[in-house]
């Protein structure tokens, strides 16, 4: 899948643990719109790799702890810290009638 068919979703922010978890940062305007996704596509290099969830916990404001398969050490886990997140543009959550989503707002010229 190519970036362009994508949306950031956010970013792979620390490991959590020494077992594997890594703690994710959803950067989206409700980040609990996403908390149910089966896989998130990390970038490692130029290629979006997609990762599996096995577990997902709400932290707070946007952070998401998660177990991956196949990350099972914390070295491994290690080498995924800062990169970005995207899902396919199809899983994007719409907008209700009454609110914009920012993604939306692309042109637009703020005043």
Request: one cysteine or more; aromatic letters at 10%; hydrophobic letters at 40%.
């Amino acid at each position: 899948m190519n970036k362009d068919q994508c949306f950031r979703l956010g970013k792979i922010t620390k490991t959590h643990g020494y077992k594997g978890e890594l703690t994710l940062w959803f950067d989206v305007e409700n980040p609990g719109d996403y908390q149910d996704v089966e896989y998130v596509l990390v970038e490692v290099g130029k290629s979006l790799i997609p990762y599996f969830i096995i577990k997902i916990s709400d932290k707070s404001r946007g952070k998401f702890q998660v177990t991956f398969e196949g990350v099972d050490s914390e070295q491994q886990a290690k080498m995924l810290v800062n990169k970005p997140l995207f899902l396919p543009n199809d899983m994007m959550a719409e907008a209700d009638e009454d609110n914009l989503i920012l993604h939306e707002m692309k042109g637009y010229l703020v005043i």
